[in-house]
């Protein structure tokens, strides 16, 4: 429907100053490696990923596929209320998206193969089932391998920690090796006390003394490259020289230091930790960061959205939170030229039952595979679509059904990804997205 418009041995012990060249990269990579691999690049226009998961999996019934015909028992205690766009109606406590609808498009009739977090966390953010032996890689480990890593800074964050403690990291290199897991940020980004310093040089070490092991490093990396046969330690000087740059940039730390913001714009994307978090994910995206992934809401465990009981007290303040947060991005992603090269993508690991239980607790709703409901916005994608339709009840896909890994393939396609590449692992040959079809609607 459319609506509208191999690392040398010295590099094992050899410290700059509490900094390893072969180990400073919070990637699990040497720096060098970072920067060799982003030697080779592309003449097509480069799109970006900010990825906001809202784990646990959000309700699609109070927020996107409202249900104002059904008994209270499925509809729940939300309204319809009118968008910008004609025909398009959101929940009531997502006024400020309301404003904004043009800027994103929303899939209805999305579907997952399990109810199970942890499965579902994974296959929403690779496009493949989980497999505890040969796990296939995140979006953002295959944006870092197939496009080398194009940029001189982080190019792939996820801001909080989203590991199930039973089940393999989702978005993390699978196959394709710790090297391309993303940097990790599990602190707020709203407290007083929030600050990166990966990329300090130890305190007792200027930035004379730094420059001083440089040189000794290059005479080292001299001396080895006329013994080695490997072709690419050739350009190993070139690649540390960049490396040691990187360590002492200003651009690599300015990125973190929210202060350099306003409080006029702190406070538009909410003073809180998603809002900031939303805020921290556009300055990376600005500094060279190609794909950040944010934990759409923390309380009490990381399953946020979980909401088995008191699902409507819980949304009562999270829906706010998403609703100014989001809108925030996309307005500030626009004004300053952004969205058209910025794919934004707000989904769960799957949805809610459309029967409301009768939790002791509170009513709730329990977890949903087979219907749920994302959006996506902003570079690669037409906006001011709905894609696909459900059944009367919020339960089954009706028009249009659209499968994980069918959304996994449309964002390889905005990003230029190759789906049928292979890798070998373990002695298997892997596709990268062995499944799925670019939605045609959106591109």
Same mark, same amino acid.
């Given at each position: 429907?459319?609506?509208?418009?191999?690392?040398?041995s010295?590099?094992?012990?050899l410290?700059?100053?509490?900094?390893?060249?072969?180990?400073i990269?919070?990637?699990?990579l040497?720096?060098?490696? !970072?920067?060799?691999?982003?030697?080779?690049?592309t003449?097509?226009?480069?799109?970006?990923?900010?990825?906001?998961?809202?784990?646990?999996?959000?309700?699609?019934?109070?927020m996107?596929?409202?249900? $104002?015909?059904? $008994?209270?028992n499925i509809?729940?205690?939300y309204?319809?209320?009118?968008?910008?766009?004609?025909?398009?109606?959101?929940?009531?406590l997502?006024?400020?998206?309301?404003?904004?609808?043009?800027?994103?498009?929303?899939? /209805?009739s999305?579907?997952?193969?399990?109810n199970?977090h942890?499965?579902?966390d !994974?296959?929403?953010?690779?496009?493949?089932?989980?497999?505890?032996?040969?796990?296939?890689?995140?979006?953002?480990? !295959?944006?870092?391998?197939?496009?080398?890593?194009?940029?001189r800074?982080?190019?792939?964050v996820?801001?909080?920690?989203?590991?199930?403690?039973?089940?393999?990291?989702?978005?993390?290199?699978?196959?394709?090796?710790?090297?391309?897991?993303?940097?990790m940020?599990?602190?707020?980004?709203?407290s007083?006390n929030?600050?990166?310093?990966?990329?300090d040089?130890?305190?007792?070490?200027?930035?004379?003394?730094?420059?001083?092991?440089?040189?000794m490093?290059?005479?080292?990396?001299?001396?080895?490259?006329?013994?080695?046969?490997?072709?690419?330690?050739?350009?190993?000087?070139?690649?540390?020289?960049h490396?040691?740059?990187?360590?002492?940039?200003q651009?690599?730390?300015?990125?973190f230091?929210?202060?350099?913001?306003?409080?006029?714009? /702190?406070?538009?994307?909410g003073?809180?930790?998603?809002?900031?978090?939303?805020?921290?994910?556009?300055?990376?995206?600005?500094?060279?960061?190609?794909?950040?992934?944010?934990?759409?809401?923390?309380?009490?465990?990381?399953?946020?959205?979980?909401?088995?009981?008191?699902?409507?007290?819980h949304?009562?303040?999270?829906?706010p939170?998403?609703?100014?947060?989001?809108?925030?991005?996309?307005?500030?992603?626009?004004?300053r030229?952004?969205?058209?090269?910025?794919?934004?993508i707000?989904?769960?690991?799957?949805?809610?039952?459309?029967?409301?239980n009768?939790?002791?607790?509170?009513?709730?709703r329990?977890?949903?595979g /087979?219907?749920?409901?994302?959006?996506?916005?902003g570079?690669?994608?037409?906006?001011?679509?709905v894609?696909?339709?459900?059944?009367?009840?919020g339960?089954? $896909?009706?028009?249009?059904?659209?499968?994980?890994p069918d959304? !996994?393939?449309?964002?390889?396609?905005?990003?230029?990804?190759?789906?049928?590449?292979?890798?070998?692992?373990?002695?298997?040959?892997?596709?990268?997205?062995?499944?799925?079809? $670019?939605?045609?609607e959106?591109?």
């Amino acid at each position: 429907m459319n609506i509208n418009t191999n690392t040398t041995s010295r590099r094992n012990f050899l410290k700059l100053g509490g900094l390893s060249i072969g180990a400073i990269s919070p990637l699990g990579l040497s720096l060098e490696k !970072v920067l060799a691999n982003e030697s080779s690049k592309t003449n097509k226009k480069q799109i970006n990923v900010i990825f906001m998961f809202l784990q646990g999996g959000a309700s699609h019934l109070d927020m996107y596929d409202l249900k $104002p015909n059904m $008994p209270e028992n499925i509809r729940g205690k939300y309204t319809p209320a009118s968008t910008n766009l004609p025909g398009l109606q959101l929940g009531n406590l997502l006024p400020k998206l309301s404003t904004c609808a043009d800027k994103f498009s929303l899939i /209805r009739s999305m579907h997952s193969y399990t109810n199970m977090h942890g499965e579902g966390d !994974v296959h929403i953010m690779c496009g493949s089932k989980l497999d505890k032996v040969v796990q296939a890689p995140g979006i953002g480990a !295959v944006l870092s391998r197939q496009q080398q890593l194009e940029s001189r800074f982080l190019p792939f964050v996820h801001i909080g920690n989203m590991k199930h403690p039973a089940y393999s990291a989702p978005g993390y290199g699978g196959f394709l090796g710790n090297t391309y897991n993303p940097y990790m940020i599990d602190q707020d980004a709203n407290s007083d006390n929030f600050a990166i310093r990966e990329f300090d040089p130890a305190p007792d070490v200027d930035l004379n003394r730094l420059a001083g092991r440089k040189q000794m490093l290059r005479s080292l990396d001299s001396f080895q490259a006329n013994r080695e046969t490997n072709i690419q330690s050739n350009s190993r000087d070139k690649f540390t020289e960049h490396a040691f740059n990187l360590v002492t940039s200003q651009k690599a730390k300015g990125a973190f230091d929210l202060s350099q913001e306003s409080n006029k714009v /702190r406070e538009t994307y909410g003073r809180n930790r998603v809002g900031q978090g939303m805020l921290l994910a556009r300055r990376l995206i600005e500094a060279g960061v190609r794909f950040v992934t944010i934990q759409g809401y923390v309380d009490t465990g990381i399953y946020a959205w979980d909401h088995h009981w008191g699902i409507f007290p819980h949304l009562d303040k999270q829906l706010p939170i998403y609703d100014n947060s989001y809108s925030a991005l996309l307005n500030d992603l626009d004004n300053r030229g952004l969205l058209e090269t910025t794919l934004v993508i707000t989904a769960g690991e799957f949805g809610r039952t459309p029967l409301i239980n009768k939790d002791k607790q509170g009513p709730g709703r329990d977890h949903w595979g /087979r219907c749920f409901s994302l959006t996506m916005g902003g570079g690669g994608v037409k906006t001011g679509q709905v894609i696909g339709a459900s059944d009367k009840y919020g339960a089954e $896909p009706k028009d249009r059904p659209v499968s994980v890994p069918d959304f !996994v393939a449309t964002v390889y396609h905005a990003l230029g990804l190759d789906p049928d590449a292979e890798f070998l692992a373990q002695g298997r040959k892997m596709k990268m997205l062995p499944e799925g079809i $670019p939605i045609k609607e959106l591109l």
